[in-house]
């Protein structure tokens, strides 16, 4: 941390800086008001701590010149001559603590801890913003993850079509999200978007919300309803778990893709619809398939295009990005943070329940969160095993130093694009194929890893 030190004494300066650069810190050393306001402005120190009677105006008009260039900046006051008044005053400007001669050093040199480990947290946070917006190109889902990239790469392509989709995809990893950002970039966005599980309801009750019903087609129709295929009509149907869909309800839909029509319980003459199917299954549908439990012909209907989402587990770079966008929406503008331990955590937790589950603990730990300004470890997982061993690594090894995870992830992705570099000799298209992924984001992770000429001229090395 670079830190600016005005005072005038000289035994208590060198001292102090002495310890302080023992620590690890950077001091500049000025003696007068003058030298440390010109300091401010010049060498921008992250933390400033300030003699208050010293040649000049004094300490107090450090204090305030430093408010006016960077309010976060912490100042510490230092004075022999301690007033309550003083004190008070001192606090209203914006002090981060006001310190009475003789201190300790050791004292002084664990209160810039505190302030560096703040800095590093609010820089870490700041930066996950960043790249939380950057995350954010379609509708809301978020992913930075080469996985997550190449899915919005295909998304972004089959959207403007009207070709029906399949969405494959673990429970929890945001198939349904995914099926809302394909109808809004369709030329169908302006009309409705209807979704069902299939898993959700009897088979009787599926048909007749699927199809409709006349009134009096069976004991309780006492009027005509509408189904969801009619609901959706000019519009994107979403059919979720598709794969638990009855063998009987499968031979009518086929005849909806087929045909454009449906044929409501007791009526005499089909409808015609147009729509735009979009169908999720949790398990592959060619399983179900020799299985005997999903028709062939069906599943080659739906399987027209095909876009499989990643478990969480497999894109834990983005679990950053997630946890902070959870964090910015169940907050309701707090200023809530979540400890560098925790996200380690985070990342290296398995996600059985995915995307959701994330969600899940992130709601929870802010629930549980009081007046507090950082999620607690234990709030956000709490009954799971597995979890409080994760935790308490975490918080060992953070205590230790030990880099988080995100940067290693951050590294081997890096390292990936070089060799896909190196394979095509430095072909940008070809390493775009080889690696999954549009031309264009291979150019966006070449300039965020600082892979120009050089980095491609590394990689052929």
């Given at each position: 941390m670079r830190i600016l030190l005005a005072e005038d004494e000289v035994t208590i300066a060198v001292t102090l800086t002495d310890?302080?650069?023992?620590a690890g810190h950077e001091v500049v050393h000025v003696a007068d008001t003058a030298s440390a306001l010109e300091q401010l402005a010049s060498?921008?120190?992250?933390?400033v701590i300030t003699d208050i009677r010293m040649p000049g105006a004094g300490g107090m008009a450090v204090l305030a010149r430093s408010k006016e260039l960077d309010p976060a900046r912490p100042v510490v006051l230092v004075t022999?001559?301690?007033?309550?008044?003083?004190?008070?005053?001192?606090?209203?400007?914006?002090?981060?603590?006001?310190?009475?001669?003789?201190?300790r050093n050791e004292a002084i040199v664990a209160m810039v801890e505190t302030f560096a480990r703040v800095k590093s947290l609010e820089d870490e946070n700041a930066g996950l913003r960043r790249e939380l917006a950057a995350a954010q190109g379609i509708e809301g889902v978020v992913g930075a993850s080469l996985a997550m990239q190449q899915v919005f790469g295909r998304l972004r392509t089959v959207a403007p079509t009207d070709a029906t989709v399949l969405v494959q995809g673990e429970s929890g990893t945001g198939k349904e999200r995914i099926a809302r950002a394909i109808h809004s970039l369709s030329p169908r966005a302006k009309g409705p978007f209807v979704a069902i599980s299939c898993a959700a309801l009897p088979e009787t009750l599926l048909e007749s919300e699927l199809f409709g019903h006349e009134k009096g087609a069976f004991t309780d129709a006492r009027k005509e309803r509408r189904g969801r295929f009619e609901m959706a009509h000019g519009g994107t149907f979403f059919l979720d778990d598709i794969d638990d869909m009855p063998l009987a309800l499968q031979v009518k839909l086929l005849r909806v893709l087929q045909e454009r029509e449906i044929e409501r319980l007791g009526a005499e003459a089909p409808v015609e619809v147009d729509i735009r199917v979009v169908a999720a299954t949790k398990v592959p549908l060619r399983?179900?398939?020799s299985e005997g439990r999903f028709r062939e012909d069906l599943f080659y209907r739906l399987d027209v295009v095909r876009l499989v989402l990643p478990p969480l587990r497999e894109r834990t770079g983005d679990v950053p990005l997630l946890a902070q966008h959870f964090l910015a929406r169940q907050a309701a503008g707090r200023a809530l943070s979540i400890p560098r331990a925790a996200m380690a955590a985070l990342e290296r937790y398995p996600w059985p329940g995915n995307v959701r589950e994330l969600e899940h603990a992130v709601l929870r730990a802010v629930s549980l969160s009081g007046e507090r300004t950082e999620l607690a470890l234990e709030d956000l997982l709490p009954d799971d095993?597995?979890?409080?061993?994760?935790?308490?690594s975490?918080?060992?090894?953070?205590?230790?130093g030990v880099?988080?995870?995100?940067e290693v992830l951050h590294e081997r992705e890096r390292t990936e694009i070089q060799?896909?570099?190196a394979a095509t000799g430095g072909a940008r298209m070809k390493a775009a194929e080889l690696l999954g992924i549009s031309r264009k984001v291979l150019w966006e992770k070449i300039k965020e890893h600082g892979l120009g000429e050089e980095g491609e001229a590394e990689a052929q090395a």
């Amino acid at each position: 941390m670079r830190i600016l030190l005005a005072e005038d004494e000289v035994t208590i300066a060198v001292t102090l800086t002495d310890a302080l650069e023992g620590a690890g810190h950077e001091v500049v050393h000025v003696a007068d008001t003058a030298s440390a306001l010109e300091q401010l402005a010049s060498s921008k120190p992250e933390c400033v701590i300030t003699d208050i009677r010293m040649p000049g105006a004094g300490g107090m008009a450090v204090l305030a010149r430093s408010k006016e260039l960077d309010p976060a900046r912490p100042v510490v006051l230092v004075t022999g001559f301690a007033t309550v008044d003083q004190a008070v005053e001192a606090m209203r400007l914006g002090a981060a603590n006001y310190v009475q001669k003789p201190f300790r050093n050791e004292a002084i040199v664990a209160m810039v801890e505190t302030f560096a480990r703040v800095k590093s947290l609010e820089d870490e946070n700041a930066g996950l913003r960043r790249e939380l917006a950057a995350a954010q190109g379609i509708e809301g889902v978020v992913g930075a993850s080469l996985a997550m990239q190449q899915v919005f790469g295909r998304l972004r392509t089959v959207a403007p079509t009207d070709a029906t989709v399949l969405v494959q995809g673990e429970s929890g990893t945001g198939k349904e999200r995914i099926a809302r950002a394909i109808h809004s970039l369709s030329p169908r966005a302006k009309g409705p978007f209807v979704a069902i599980s299939c898993a959700a309801l009897p088979e009787t009750l599926l048909e007749s919300e699927l199809f409709g019903h006349e009134k009096g087609a069976f004991t309780d129709a006492r009027k005509e309803r509408r189904g969801r295929f009619e609901m959706a009509h000019g519009g994107t149907f979403f059919l979720d778990d598709i794969d638990d869909m009855p063998l009987a309800l499968q031979v009518k839909l086929l005849r909806v893709l087929q045909e454009r029509e449906i044929e409501r319980l007791g009526a005499e003459a089909p409808v015609e619809v147009d729509i735009r199917v979009v169908a999720a299954t949790k398990v592959p549908l060619r399983l179900r398939v020799s299985e005997g439990r999903f028709r062939e012909d069906l599943f080659y209907r739906l399987d027209v295009v095909r876009l499989v989402l990643p478990p969480l587990r497999e894109r834990t770079g983005d679990v950053p990005l997630l946890a902070q966008h959870f964090l910015a929406r169940q907050a309701a503008g707090r200023a809530l943070s979540i400890p560098r331990a925790a996200m380690a955590a985070l990342e290296r937790y398995p996600w059985p329940g995915n995307v959701r589950e994330l969600e899940h603990a992130v709601l929870r730990a802010v629930s549980l969160s009081g007046e507090r300004t950082e999620l607690a470890l234990e709030d956000l997982l709490p009954d799971d095993p597995r979890w409080k061993s994760l935790a308490e690594s975490a918080v060992r090894e953070a205590n230790e130093g030990v880099r988080p995870l995100r940067e290693v992830l951050h590294e081997r992705e890096r390292t990936e694009i070089q060799r896909a570099l190196a394979a095509t000799g430095g072909a940008r298209m070809k390493a775009a194929e080889l690696l999954g992924i549009s031309r264009k984001v291979l150019w966006e992770k070449i300039k965020e890893h600082g892979l120009g000429e050089e980095g491609e001229a590394e990689a052929q090395a």
